[in-house]
C-alpha cells in the first residue's frame, strides 16, 4: 500500500481484501476472515449484501446526484423511513456524507436556534474527526460521569448531584452518546442522563443523540437512545444506515424543523440529500424492518452475551459487557490483547483492537452457529 497514506492510527493487517460475503471478508488466496466488526461498525446488514447492491445498481443507472435547485423522490421516501423509526414523524432530514458532519450540522443548528455557544457532552464521547469537536478546550463542557456511578443523580430521578449542578446554563446543545464511548463501549446510567436532559432543557438547550455507531439496529432497539427514557431534538446517524456507503443523516423533530422553516439558518454542501445515498438508506431500512433485524438482534445479543460472559475468568479476560450486538472484553493489558488478537488473524477473525479492550459488532445477519464458532475459538486460545 505505498500510495495510501496511513493516518487512521491503526495498522493494515489484510492488504489484499478482493471480495467479501455476509460476514466473510475473503483475501487474494481464497482466504475467508470473520468480520465482527463490520468494518468501522458500518456494515449492518454484512458485506455485499445483494438487496442492498441492487437498490445502488437501479439508482445509479437514474440520477447519483443532485443540486441544489433540484431533489428526486427516493430522498423524500428515505427521509419518511428515518423519521418513522426515529419516532420523529413531521419533522425533516438532512442527507450528508459522514457521521462527523451529521454531528457537526446537530451542532451549527442548535447554536443557531438557541443564541448560545457552548456546547456540552461525556467526557468520554467521540463525535467525529473534525477539529471543532475534538479540541474541547473552548466552547465546550465535558461532564465526567465516571463520578456519578453510584451517586444519587445517577439512580434517583430528579435528584441533582455536584457535577450536574455545575452545567452552566450556556449550554446550546448536550450531545448523547448512548454507548460506544470513544469505542470502549460503556453505557452511561439512565437516570443520570435523564437528570442531565433535565437542567439542560430546562435552561433553553437542546438535545441531540449521537447514533452514529448505535443506530441502525444495534442495541437491539433502533436507536441507542430509546434504551432512556428521552425524546431528542436532533439525531445523528452514519455507519450502519448506509450498510458501507458513505452516507450520514441529522434527523429534526417536529419542533426543531419548524424552528429552522422559520429562521435564516444555511447549510450547503455538495453531496447534501443526493439520490442514491438516500437510496441505499432507504433500502436498509426496509431490509432490516422485513427481515425483523431490529427483534433478532436483541434477541442474538442475549444469546452471544452468555457466551462472551463465559469467557471471563477474571485473569486474562477480565470484564464483558454489552447491548444487543454491541460488546466490549477487557483483558489483562495491552501485550495480552494483542497476542490474543493474533491468534484470532490466524484463525480468521477480525475483532476491534483496541489493546487491553476487544470490541465485537458483527452484522445484524451473523448467524448463531457462525459466533458460537468464534467464541469456542477464542476460548481454546485462552485455554
Not at 465535558?142 to 443523580?153: E, G, H, K, V
Not at 443520570?192 to 439542560?200: D, G, K, M, T, W
Not at 485473569?315 to 491468534?343: C, P, S, Y
Request: aromatic share 8%.
Amino acid at each position: 500500500m505505498s500510495h495510501i497514506y496511513n493516518c487512521t492510527g491503526h495498522e493494515t493487517r489484510l492488504p489484499n481484501i478482493v471480495d467479501s460475503s455476509g460476514v466473510y471478508v475473503i483475501d487474494s488466496e481464497g482466504r475467508r476472515y470473520m468480520d465482527l466488526e463490520s468494518g468501522v461498525w458500518c456494515t449492518a446488514l454484512g458485506h455485499n449484501n445483494p438487496s442492498v447492491g441492487k437498490a445502488m445498481k437501479r439508482q445509479i443507472d437514474a440520477v447519483v446526484h443532485a443540486g441544489f435547485s433540484y431533489a428526486a423522490p427516493v430522498v423524500e421516501d428515505a427521509a419518511a423511513s428515518i423519521l418513522e423509526i426515529a419516532g420523529l414523524t413531521g419533522g425533516r432530514c438532512v442527507f450528508l456524507s459522514s457521521g462527523s458532519e451529521a454531528i457537526e450540522l446537530a451542532r451549527q443548528t442548535a447554536r443557531h436556534l438557541t443564541g448560545k455557544r457552548k456546547s456540552m457532552t461525556l467526557h468520554d464521547s467521540y463525535l467525529g474527526s473534525y477539529s471543532s469537536v475534538i479540541d474541547r478546550e473552548y466552547g465546550w463542557h465535558i461532564y465526567d460521569w465516571s463520578r456519578c456511578i453510584d451517586c444519587p443523580a445517577a439512580t434517583e430521578p430528579g435528584v441533582d448531584c455536584e457535577e450536574v449542578r455545575r452545567i452552566p446554563e450556556g449550554i446550546s446543545e448536550f450531545i448523547f452518546e448512548p454507548g460506544s464511548s470513544s469505542g470502549f463501549v460503556r453505557f452511561p446510567p439512565r437516570t443520570l442522563v435523564e437528570n442531565i436532559v433535565r437542567v439542560v432543557r430546562a435552561n433553553g438547550g437542546k438535545v441531540v443523540a449521537n447514533e452514529v455507531t448505535t443506530g441502525a439496529g444495534r442495541t437491539g432497539n433502533w436507536f441507542g437512545y430509546q434504551h432512556y427514557d428521552l425524546e431528542p431534538d436532533i439525531v445523528a446517524i452514519g455507519k450502519g444506515i448506509g450498510n458501507g456507503y458513505p452516507v450520514s443523516v441529522t434527523a429534526f423533530s417536529p419542533g426543531i424543523s419548524a424552528d429552522l422553516e422559520a429562521s435564516t439558518f444555511h447549510y450547503m454542501q455538495s453531496h447534501q440529500n443526493d439520490p442514491l445515498g438516500a437510496a441505499v438508506v432507504d433500502e436498509v431500512i426496509r431490509v432490516i424492518t422485513e427481515s425483523d433485524l431490529v427483534a433478532k438482534a436483541a434477541d442474538k445479543g442475549r444469546v452471544f452475551a452468555d457466551q462472551l460472559q463465559s469467557l471471563v475468568d477474571g485473569t486474562i479476560v477480565t470484564g464483558f459487557r454489552g447491548r444487543g450486538l454491541m460488546f466490549a472484553i477487557d483483558l489483562r493489558d495491552q501485550a495480552t490483547g494483542d497476542h490474543i488478537f493474533e491468534q484470532l488473524l490466524d484463525r480468521g477473525y477480525i475483532v476491534g483492537n483496541r489493546g487491553s479492550l476487544f470490541r465485537i459488532d458483527p452484522p445484524l445477519t451473523i448467524t448463531e452457529a457462525e459466533f458460537t464458532r468464534f467464541a469456542e475459538d477464542f476460548k481454546a486460545i485462552l485455554s
